[in-house]
């Protein structure tokens, strides 16, 4: 054998030998990582949710869901929200590789864990929302790698101390809801690499003003909340140094003195909130923040006309300036006549909800103008005849001012106005006698000193529901054409009229509308009216009216027996027809409808079939030759109805009739028979939110399937804001509350601007004890939604339809529906999953709406929809909380124009999804 053969096997030996060194190496550090993670498992006591990890050999911690590894070593620990109790012990940082540590949400406890100084190449941990007490460590800085650190949420007292400046690497730094009671060292402006600073609400704080050096070298910081921070003294100039500023919070503190006219010179700016401090002096002219999308400088003490550079800010979508002392005149219009205020509304609206010192309206604004409401201001003056030319104007609402003077003609020949409101005013004068509102249902001028006779043409005008004339000097008697309206709203109480109330409204329901008139009658003793009838009797008239009586009988005998061969004719008739949809039916209405019982029933046809459920079927019904629908849902089948679809049919009407909101669908009116129950609501041209979001997956496999349309980002958070309200105002704004029980996409439904409506109440429930559970005799609700206490234990309160909504928000984000695929697994069984695995929240998301301008806004409602679809109640927010967060994410992470939809062939999607 020669020499050269010897070496090559000495070489593979060597070889071999290195390799099994290796291996073994590997499986003994594999060995000894585990069994700290075990000992760190039974040093908290065994908690439930880490279960999964096992001492078992064939358990590899690498695939635990809490633990990341690369190349099996252990690199980071993520215990988000798994009820970990006790202390941080020191030998975690045994496991020498760790960069990453989450204990976020937990209840941990003790003083700030000094032992992970040892975790030498740590770069994130999360400490926040724990119990954390005591002091942050003088010497925190030996954590030298960190680039992410968050005590949020804790009970951390004493000073922030100087060492967390020495933290070069970090990227955030949160400290916010702590006890500090201490300073704050202007050594954190040394953090030239920060791109998020927050401490707000940090409520023990002593008074503090910003260190003038604080914001020299922050020249990455992008987002900068001081919420609440009992900041006192002047924001420096040096402010504008932070060059790449986008969301500035400083709201609900004590700054006074000026704001620096180099903070509006930042053109990155998308947020600025400064409301509630004590600013003065005049808001910065110049403003090269263009990508600005909500500006709050509300009560404050500013004062001076609005800068004209506002009106170049096109992406504004918030603005509030109440409570100051701004004045001025053409600069205020000249700016509103250009900006988009109101931009979830996709119309120009004006919004002016600060106290300006008799100000009036201008003869020209923009003819583009939707919506303006002013009320509640010290609005001055008349009305301008120049108000002719706003010929879009939809809703004028003016309650609360000092306008006098009468109610010019001009105003009364709006083409497209809705809503008019101008109660609580100085108007005189009669209102003018030509009328041509073709739209307005809601007309209130109550409560000024408007004289002369009604106008007999308010009869004439075709949509009209709620007029409010009470508490005016209005004279003369009611026109009989009012009796046109037939209107489910009417108050004329408090004026001068006279005769005789029209017929259809001489009735119990309008118990109300006409009280204080003393010289109105009605032939109904309960509306508390004099008599109509009423006259002294003469001797004369005594045989007169002894024959009249005489002759009432006699007719009176006559129209019985005609009754009574009318009565058989109706049964013999009735024996005769097919069994079908009973004819006999019971109007009520709740709205001033332009339709009538004969449209809706006859169009109740197989061909205008637009869905189906438990309780029957929905119909889009044509109501007019312009090309308006309804929705008419019937419930029945011709059979008597079960007690469950009346119950269902009860409360749906009980609770819709009692609401109104902008985004709860519009119960319009009902109809009622022995065998069906119909009702209609105003129709939704976008139909629901299950068909966008899983339309395209369901008719993937049909042949010749058309492109589809896919509902974008922007949209999607504009019905996930919409939906949130709804909810919200049902939760908070209801007495009592009412629970919708059935929260799901195909109950949130989309009119033709994508605004979402919450549908179908049939199984709402009013809570009889606030704040507590209630009980139901039946779970109802759809499976993927349903709350886990409800499912179980049959009790409801708010919570279960915040966990509902949690799960429509995972549907916006992921684009996966509610139940995944069986009966065992659910879309949140799938969430969860992927958070306690510890995958990229990134990953979880829609492929096909997945951009890079909107991933933060994403990830947000990703980890909200989380939050609210947590196991137990307590943690789930409130809907109120929920939706200030929505706003907030829109607010905070917003990226200029959003469009609606986008028309993509639907085919290669669900392909690749």
């Keep these: 054998m020669s020499m050269t053969t010897l070496n090559s096997l000495e070489i593979l030996a060597v ?75 020191p030998f975690v940082c045994d496991l020498k590789n760790l960069t990453v540590l989450d204990f976020s949400n937990n209840s941990i406890i003790g003083s700030f864990p000094t032992g992970l100084y040892n975790c030498s190449n740590l770069q994130y941990l999360d400490l926040s929302n724990n119990y954390f007490v005591g002091i942050l460590p003088t010497d925190i800085d030996k954590l030298s790698n960190l680039n992410f650190l968050s005590v949020l949420g804790n009970n951390f007292t004493g000073d922030i101390p100087a060492a967390v400046g020495r933290l070069s690497e970090l990227v955030t730094l949160s400290l916010s809801g702590n006890l500090f009671n201490g300073s704050f060292p202007p050594e954190i402006g040394n953090l030239s690499n920060l791109e998020s600073l927050e401490f707000s609400y940090v409520r023990k704080f002593p008074p503090w003003t910003l260190p003038s050096n604080l914001f020299t070298k922050l020249t990455k910081l992008r987002n900068l909340f001081m919420t609440e921070s009992h900041l006192i003294g002047e924001i420096p100039d040096s402010i504008g140094n932070l060059a790449a500023l986008e969301v500035l919070d400083f709201s609900a503190n004590k700054l006074s003195g000026k704001i620096p006219d180099s903070l509006f010179l930042l053109k990155n700016l998308t947020s600025v909130f400064l409301y509630a401090n004590k600013l003065s002096g005049s808001i910065p002219r110049s403003i090269k923040a263009l990508n600005m999308e909500v500006l709050d400088l509300s009560a404050n003490n500013l004062t001076g006309t609005i800068p004209d550079d506002i009106g170049k800010l096109t992406k504004l979508s918030g603005l509030s300036l109440f409570i100051n002392k701004l004045s001025g005149y053409s600069e205020v219009w000249l700016y509103l006549t250009t900006t988009l205020l109101v931009k979830f509304h996709n119309h120009l609206g004006i919004a002016l909800v ?16 939707s919506l303006l409401e002013i009320d509640n201001n010290d609005f001055s003056g008349e009305i301008p005849v120049g108000i002719s030319s706003w010929k879009n104007l939809k809703e004028f609402v003016a309650s609360n001012n000092l306008f006098n003077g009468s109610i010019p003609e001009e105003l009364t020949s709006l083409p497209l106005l809705e809503t008019l409101k101008l109660d609580r005013n100085l108007f005189t004068g009669a209102l003018p006698k030509s009328i041509s509102w073709t739209y307005l249902t809601i007309l209130n001028l109550s409560r000024n000193h408007i004289s002369g006779p009604i106008p007999a043409q308010l009869g004439s005008l075709p949509k009209l529901a709620d007029l409010d004339l009470s508490e005016n000097e209005f004279s003369g008697p009611i026109p009989s054409e009012i009796n046109r309206l037939r209107l489910p709203s009417l108050n004329l109480s408090s004026n001068l009229l006279t005769g005789r109330i029209p017929g259809e409204y001489d009735n119990p329901a309008f118990g109300t509308s006409f009280l204080n008139n003393t010289d109105l009658c009605s032939n109904d003793p309960t509306l508390g009216l004099k008599s109509c009838n009423s006259r002294p009797q003469t001797r004369e008239s005594n045989g007169t009216s002894q024959k009249f009586k005489t002759s009432i009988i006699f007719v009176s005998v006559i129209l019985f027996i005609l009754a009574i061969l009318f009565s058989v004719y109706v049964v013999f008739l009735y024996r005769k027809r097919k069994q079908g949809l009973d004819s006999r039916w019971k109007l009520t209405s709740f709205q001033k409808l332009n339709f009538t019982e004969s449209t809706i029933l006859s169009s109740l046809t197989e061909e205008n079939v637009i869905g189906s459920g438990g309780s029957g079927k929905v119909y889009r019904v044509p109501v007019n030759r312009s090309g308006e629908y309804v929705a008419v849902k019937k419930i029945g089948n011709n059979k008597k109805l079960d007690k469950r679809l009346e119950n269902e049919f009860n409360s749906e009407v009980k609770v819709l009739s009692t609401i109104r909101h902008v985004n709860i669908v519009k119960l319009l009116c009902c109809f009622s028979s022995e065998n069906s129950k119909l009702i209609v609501y105003q129709y939704m041209e976008n139909g629901s939110l299950d068909e966008w979001l899983h339309g395209s997956k369901r008719a993937a496999n049909q042949p010749n399937a058309m492109p589809r349309l896919i509902l974008d980002w922007p949209n999607r958070m504009q019905i996930a804001v919409g939906a949130a309200r709804g909810l919200c105002y049902l939760h908070h704004e209801t007495f009592p509350p009412i629970i919708h029980r059935d929260v799901k996409s195909t109950n949130v439904l989309l009119d033709s601007k994508f605004n979402a409506k919450i549908a179908d109440f049939g199984l709402a429930k009013i809570l009889e004890k606030d704040g507590g559970f209630n009980s139901v005799s039946v779970v109802a609700g759809s499976f993927g939604y349903l709350a886990p206490e409800y499912a179980h234990s049959a009790r409801v309160n708010e919570k279960i339809d915040v966990y509902s909504f949690g799960v429509i928000l995972l549907e916006l984000v992921t684009g996966r529906e509610a139940n995944e695929g069986d009966e065992d697994m659910t879309l949140v069984d799938w969430a969860w999953n992927h958070i306690n695995r510890g995958k990229p929240m990134i990953n979880a998301l829609a492929a096909d709406i997945k951009e890079p301008s909107y991933l933060n806004e994403m990830i947000s409602v990703f980890k909200l929809g989380i939050i609210c679809t947590g196991t137990l109640p307590s943690t789930r927010p409130t809907m109120k909380e929920v939706l200030r967060i929505l706003i907030q994410t829109c607010y905070s992470n917003g990226n200029g124009e959003r469009n609606n939809v986008t028309e993509v062939d639907s085919s290669p999607l669900l392909k690749n999804s």
Excluded: M
């Design 15 to 89: 070889f071999f030998l290195i390799t099994l060194t290796f291996h073994a190496n590997s499986q003994q550090i594999n060995t000894y990582e585990k069994n700290i993670l075990l000992q760190l498992k039974e040093f908290w006591s065994h908690p439930p949710s880490l279960n999964q990890w096992s001492a078992s050999k064939s358990s590899d911690h690498c695939s635990w869901p809490e633990i990341t590894c690369n190349q099996n070593i252990v690199t980071g620990i993520t215990l988000f929200s798994k009820n970990v109790i006790g202390k941080i012990p």
């Design 354 to 369: 600060w106290k300006c010192s008799l100000f009036q309206l201008p003869d020209r604004i923009s003819s583009n103008l």
